[in-house]
């Protein structure tokens, strides 16, 4: 079974960063890739970045290029995100999934979540 736990969040100004990590328990890890999505309050959960087998090739939502970092480290089942310059509009509960097909789809292993909070 897959299930993926963050951490990392907390509350920070605006132009400071973050990084969440994402660990994942189950021998499956490697054989995904994996995606951060975040909600804000009121709104759909909407995709972040996220990063294929080989940790070599990535995608970004156009509102964190060049802000967010997606990382994994196959050897500790972990996905990390980098986030630098946080904006408040970048408030939002993080979440990691594994994704699949050029769409990057969600499977649904979502976890718990962890708060990001950018304050002006």
């Known amino acids: 079974q897959v299930q993926p736990v963050e951490h990392g969040g907390g509350l920070v100004q605006a132009g400071g960063s973050l990084r969440l990590s994402c660990e994942v328990s189950g021998r499956t890890f490697r054989e995904y890739a994996w995606g951060w999505f975040r909600q804000a309050t009121g709104k759909e959960r909407e995709f972040v970045a996220a990063?294929?087998?080989?940790?070599?090739?990535?995608t970004y939502a156009d509102s964190v290029k060049g802000r967010f970092t997606i990382s994994r480290d196959n050897a500790k089942s972990t996905v990390y995100l980098q986030m630098n310059n946080l904006r408040p509009e970048d408030t939002a509960v993080y979440y990691c999934?594994?994704?699949?097909?050029?769409?990057?789809?969600?499977?649904?292993?979502w976890g718990q979540g962890t708060q990001v909070t950018v304050s002006s």
């Open positions: 999934d594994a994704v699949w097909g050029n769409d990057l789809n969600p499977y649904g292993y």
């Open positions: 990063v294929k087998w080989g940790a070599d090739e990535t």
